[in-house]
């Protein structure tokens, strides 16, 4: 019950993290004429990288908050849940990659998707069990909300 | 700047910093401050949406004042009161831009406006902790003793995680803009 292993290995994770985003924090510069944001391509189009990691952290951090939320998810996790976290992920860098926007609206918009993304599970859920019933395919959990 | 807010002409008038000009260009503790703040509200939010079920689902068997009332109410209000203070904290430092300050100034005035209110949450929890506390421990104190602590650990362990991924996101948000 007490399994506490993923969070030593996280811990490994943050120790080699942090010597790298120290250097990485002492090279930037405290002020606006001094710091040069990173900017980041995909396909030729030019982002900001500060938005696009604070909206892909955001609707993660939304899918998971929520996604996890209920142990009913546990056996939807591949066939619907990661999915759905995958389609929520790439629509707020398609809309980072598009406006471009600050940090703070990066992580409106992730985290607006990230809950939109609850709602399209749970479309996807009644459609899974409206499918299964159709198909003849054996479904026998039903949520129980 | 025809701007009348105070607070949007310090920001447009002040040092053109990136993060607030209170973090002396320390980016080290602009990520902490940035990290802790977010991953706060998060389990905040949390606790509140989960107390609050828990409340709505139970609200026949925990009825006023009886001791799982209470225990949940002081829950709540610390979550609440950690929720609204640390998501105000966390919406300055996210949206300080010395470019956009009418917003910058805005966020600062938020802040300020919600803060009591966090304040109330807090006190009012510590007030139905003493006021409850003889009560509870005199009923704490009867046998069994043994609680199973450990019935919400998967939650806990979220919480951790979320503040590892928001520490992350922290890190390569202030070394990247």
Redesign the interface.
């Known amino acids: ?4 292993g ?2 030593y290995k ?1 811990g490994a ?2 120790a080699a ?1 942090l010597p790298v ?2 250097t ?3 090279e ?6 001094t ?1 040069v ?2 900017i980041w391509h995909f396909l030729g189009y030019p982002f ?3 938005g696009m ?2 909206a ?2 955001a609707c ?2 939304a899918r ?2 929520i996604g ?1 939320a209920q142990s009913v998810r546990q056996e939807h996790r591949w066939s619907l849940d990661i999915p759905v976290t995958g389609m929520a992920l790439a629509v707020s860098a398609a809309i980072v990659i598009a406006m471009r926007p ?3 609206g990066g ?1 409106l918009y992730g985290a607006g998707l990230g809950v939109l993304g609850e709602g399209i599970f749970k479309i996807a859920e009644k459609y899974l069990q409206k499918a299964g019933a159709v198909f003849g395919v054996e479904t026998t959990d039903k949520p129980a909300g | 700047m025809s701007n009348t807010s105070f607070a949007a002409q310090a920001v447009a008038n002040g ?5 607030q000009p209170s ?1 002396e ?1 320390m ?2 503790l602009v ?1 902490i401050n940035l990290a802790v703040m977010t991953v706060a509200t ?1 389990i905040g ?2 606790v509140v949406v989960k107390l609050a079920g828990d409340a709505w689902k139970h609200r026949r068997l925990d009825v006023w004042l009886s001791p799982a009332w209470i225990y949940r109410a002081l829950g709540i209000l610390f979550a609440c009161g950690i929720t609204i203070r640390c998501g105000a904290e966390a ?1 300055t430092l ?2 300080y ?4 300050p009418v917003m910058t100034g805005m966020f600062a005035t938020i802040k300020r406006l919600f803060d009591p209110f966090a304040v109330a949450c807090g006190v009012s929890g510590l007030m139905l902790y003493i006021c409850s506390e003889p009560g509870m421990i005199e009923q704490q104190r009867k046998e069994p003793f043994p609680i199973d602590m ?1 019935l919400a ?1 998967p939650m806990v ?2 919480m ?3 503040g ?6 922290a ?7």
């Open positions: 019950m007490i399994d506490g993923g969070i996280g994770t943050m993290i985003a120290a990485a924090l002492t930037k510069g405290a002020t606006i004429a710091s944001p990173v900001e990288a500060a990691i604070a892909l952290f993660f951090a998971f908050w996890a600050e940090p703070l992580l | 040092p053109r910093t990136i993060a973090f260009g980016g080290w990520v998060l939010v949390m919406l996210w949206g831009d010395p470019r956009d450990w650990w362990r979220r951790l995680w979320l590892l991924f928001s520490l992350i996101a890190i390569g948000v202030v070394s990247t803009r």
